[in-house]
Nanobody
Framework: QVQLVESGGGLVQAGGSLRLSCAASGRTSSMYNMGWFRQAPGKEREFVAT????????LYADSVKGRFTISRDNAKNTVYLQMNSLKPEDTAVYIC????????????WGQGTQVTVSS
């Protein structure tokens, strides 16, 4: 079992930056990938970025490439999402998730943190 708690959301102006954190606890040794998803009002959940816990290799959605950076601190069992050049369309609840196996689904999910980007 893994518990995920996000933090760092808030209100920023377009062009600004935020750094989100996701702290994992429990059986963190079971984590294989950690990822960020987002869900805007009236829209479906959208993949943002993922990182392989052991190697640090990353993958990004096209919509955030060049602007967002996912990273992790193994000692703190924490994953981060650095968001730069924010746009109003980035406004969403950002949700942290973790998978247990290499090609398995994201099994563990946090509650999310709100990011609002004003125009």
């Amino acid at each position: 079992q893994v518990q995920l708690v996000e933090s760092g959301g808030g209100l920023v102006q377009a062009g600004g930056s935020l750094r989100l954190s996701c702290a994992a606890s429990g059986r963190t040794s079971s984590m294989y990938n950690m990822g960020w998803f987002r869900q805007a009002p009236g829209k479906e959940r959208e993949f943002v970025a993922t990182i392989r816990w052991s190697s640090g290799s990353t993958l990004y959605a096209d919509s955030v490439k060049g602007r967002f950076t996912i990273s992790r601190d193994n000692a703190k069992n924490t994953v981060y999402l650095q968001m730069n050049s924010l746009k109003p369309e980035d406004t969403a609840v950002y949700i942290c998730a973790a998978s247990q196996y290499a090609n398995g689904p994201y099994r563990y999910w946090g509650q999310g943190t709100q990011v609002t980007v004003s125009s």
